[in-house]
């Protein structure tokens, strides 16, 4: 195989890119290949400040960081300015250091550069480099076969240049995957069109990508939907990406795990415990989570939820529950602020996963055969959702009122409801099993890794 070859990953600067594409480098490291991680120096500072002893990683892979050309965390709320800065900014650091890379004598040539599909000036800058490039969706097939699909999109009329819809037409890719609704595309933000505009730049901006990269690596296994696979040219699926396959600690959390809750879970009864969890980004009005609070109060079971510092917009978290509501539940209910989110998943305690749908979460809890409650926010989850519950059935969907709200009574039923749910546990622990399958020698995940290990060998 000769000299150990060495490749640069990065992620888009967001929890649920950061995540994925360490797991995935974690994996190509334990292959025996070099890998430089690149992240902005404001992720940078995240991580380290959330990891809770030395980087013991660091021996296996190489943390680099590069300024994303933004000042402080106000400049960073501002889509518009953080999407313009980085495209202006970033490509001349990275360039600079992969030229330093490569002028040094100890870590070995670039020999490829792996890249989220959301930062595709990185495989332009590679490309002009002369290093071959991969792309890496943080999403799933479908989410990427959709953003292929744009300029026919516009051309049928069926969205403008900036996503707006102008039908009502559903939109189908494939007899086997889920419709779009037009108000539920990734790029869907009805009510912020500026956010909408940005949102659909990035998104358009996978076809550029896809031009620019020999494959698409994909968090997913091919028997979930081989069809979304096959809408996708050069898609080869590796997942599920889990950190539970790699030893000790993963580095890539932007907040402190509170491990806290896997001694708490411990002491649960088996399949007791509704996980709740809204991952890195979703935000909840006040109204929103008293009514969850108030849900999860009424049920006779414990739960353990995921109550980000940013989760609603009031600084003091004492007030964001209901007056007495954490006294009330001190006996069942735990609260963090960041979970160990697959370990708590592969708990046997765990009876139910309430999610946002975010890609990452979905793969996990698939992973780990829990079904879901699915309470999707807006992107790829909409999407998701309908993968859950119509296309796999490992799930139920919480549906809001006439107000947007997701009442505390629908909650109740719905988790009433899942939990006696014998045909959807059935197919949870079906896909779990997918999912081990095909991650084990001569599944189609397993098989496509060594592909790809075997193509990085020979550049
Ligand atoms: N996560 C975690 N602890 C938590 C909540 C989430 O480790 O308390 C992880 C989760 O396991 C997943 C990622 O954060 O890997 C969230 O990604 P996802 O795509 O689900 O959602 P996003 O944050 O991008 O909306």
Redesign the pocket.
Known sequence: MGRQPHVLVIPYP???HV??LMKLSMKIAEHGVKVTFVITEFIEAKIMASMPEKAWWSQIIRFVSIPDGLEGEDDRKDAAKTRETMLRVMPGHLKNLIDKVNQSNDGGQIKCVLADTTVGWVLEVAKKMGIPGTAVT?AGPGGVALSLHIPKLIEAGIIDTNGTPMSDELISLSKETPAWKVNELTWSSPSDPKIQKIIFEYVSSAVQTLRNSNWVLCNYFNELDPWACDLVPNMLTIGPLLASNHSGHLAG?FWP?DSTCLSWLDKQPTGSVIYV?F????KLNQQQLHELALGLESLDQPFLW?VRKDLVQVSNADHEFPEGFTERVASRGKV?E?????KVLAHPSVACFLS?C?????I?GLSMGVPFLCWPYFADQFHNRSYICDAWKVGLELIPDNNGIITSHELETKIKTLLIHDAIKANALKLKEMARKSLAPGGSSFQNFQSFIAQIFKY
Do not use: I
């Not at 991952?279 to 979703?282: D, F, K, V």
């Not at 960041?338 to 697959?342: F, M, Y």
């Open positions: 967001a929890q649920g995540m994925p943080p959390n795990e969890s991952g890195s980004l979703a995921v963090v960041w979970a160990p989110q697959e946002h975010g890609w990452n979460s979905t996990e």
